[in-house]
């Protein structure tokens, strides 16, 4: 049997990659979920134990049980404009349930910590290519309750030795290309899975929000990342910490910025249907550009992001659309 590697948030979309990828390369998932925007059934790689952040007796429990020699910690609520409505509920479950999750991994003797931060960090510095050492200014509750666990682990390595990698995903999108998981959010915010909708005509057309940014199509422009290099690369970095080298924080992007036209246009090309949408207002929180200067996770994790081509995340998702999904 291979080492045990606690997953939280693993019945989620980001987390359920995460196991395969971790079963692939020989360890044993266990999956920590509470189930409130996870699915059952997308543990499919490893033990699951049921419990919430914030149960830190629930938590001893579980590495008392399992004993593992990391964590990969997903869980998080992760809309940004929700975050902006009802921010302490951010606060409350992203910050407080972490610092939980990273107190009982020191008292358990788990001293490695891989982490799920995001570019939403670095807030919106508009024509700039973000790199690690960019000043983090987020400018929605997500962001800053995500820089803020970012800022306790490092406050954990001084005084308990916990080692971590922070990944600072960009935007993420695509799916299992073998279909055994996906993207499935309730309800659903992000762009490729409402628009796919739309083409399929199980919602209503999507609307863009907003055309008056100050790029070259006045839409937003973002940096998207396959989920399966996002998840190869998180297994690269427990591989970075079991090899005893220092805590390090890497931009997961291609560097490559696509606007909300472009990804309608390379959606329209690789189904070879019309995307009915709309123009709209703006939403609150949202960034004018976010792209990542990723050459770090290239040239010291040895990252690959080969399937992050437009092309291949929408053709996975669209995949993943027609054939799979959980119950709802
Ligand atoms: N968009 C639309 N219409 C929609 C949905 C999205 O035009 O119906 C636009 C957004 O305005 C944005 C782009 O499509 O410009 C991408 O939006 P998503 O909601 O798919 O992703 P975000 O960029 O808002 O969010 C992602 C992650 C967050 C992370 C954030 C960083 O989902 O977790 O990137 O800003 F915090």
């Known amino acids: 049997m291979g080492q045990n590697v606690l997953v939280t948030g693993g019945a989620g979309y980001i987390g359920s990659h995460a196991c395969k990828a971790l079963k692939t390369a020989g360890f044993v998932p266990v999956t920590f979920d509470n189930l409130v925007t996870g699915w059952k059934e997308a543990v499919k790689f490893g033990p699951f134990a049921q419990g919430d952040l914030l149960d830190r007796a629930r938590l001893d429990e579980v590495f008392t049980e399992f004993q593992p020699v990391a964590v990969m910690h997903f869980a998080a609520l992760s809309q940004v404009g929700e975050s902006m409505s009802e921010p302490g509920k951010y606060w409350r479950n992203n910050v407080c349930g972490s610092l939980n999750l990273i107190e009982a991994a020191v008292d358990a003797g788990c001293k490695n910590f891989v982490f799920s931060s995001t570019c939403a960090?670095?807030?919106?510095?508009?024509?700039?290519?973000?790199?690690?050492?960019?000043?983090?200014?987020?400018?929605?509750?997500?962001?800053?309750?995500?820089?803020?666990?970012?800022?306790?682990l490092r406050d954990f390595q001084v005084s308990n030795g916990l080692r971590h990698v922070i990944f600072r995903y960009f935007n993420v999108a695509g799916?299992?290309?073998?279909?055994e998981?996906?993207?499935?959010?309730?309800?659903?915010?992000?762009?490729?899975?409402?628009?796919?909708?739309?083409?399929?005509?199980?919602?209503?057309?999507?609307?863009?929000?907003?055309?008056?940014?100050?790029t070259p199509d006045g839409t937003c422009i973002r940096d998207y990342v396959h989920v399966c290099d996002l998840v190869d690369a998180h297994v690269l970095g427990l591989k970075w910490l079991q090899d005893d080298k220092d805590s390090r924080v890497f931009n997961l992007g291609t560097g490559s910025g696509f606007s909300v036209r472009d990804v309608i246009d390379h959606s329209r090309n690789v189904t070879n249907r019309e995307v009915p949408f709309n123009e709209g207002a703006r939403r609150a929180g949202d960034c004018t550009k976010l792209v990542s200067g990723s050459s770090r996770a290239v040239s010291e994790l040895?990252?690959?992001?080969?399937?992050?081509?437009?092309?291949?995340?929408?053709?996975?998702?669209?995949?993943?659309?027609?054939?799979?999904?959980?119950?709802e």
């Not at 899975?193 to 209503?204: F, H």
């Not at 399937?307 to 053709?315: E, F, G, H, N, V």
């Open 181 to 214: 998981v996906g993207e499935f959010h309730q309800p659903e915010t992000h762009l490729i899975p409402l628009m796919l909708d739309a083409i399929d005509g199980k919602r209503d057309a999507l609307t863009i929000f907003g055309t008056d940014y100050e």
């Open 121 to 152: 960090t670095y807030g919106d510095q508009d024509n700039v290519v973000l790199d690690e050492n960019s000043a983090q200014f987020p400018i929605n509750a997500y962001g800053a309750s995500k820089r803020a666990i970012e800022d306790i």
């Open 175 to 179: 799916a299992d290309p073998d279909g």
């Open 302 to 327: 040895g990252w690959n992001p080969a399937r992050s081509t437009l092309q291949t995340m929408i053709a996975d998702a669209w995949r993943w659309h027609q054939t799979g999904h959980y119950s």
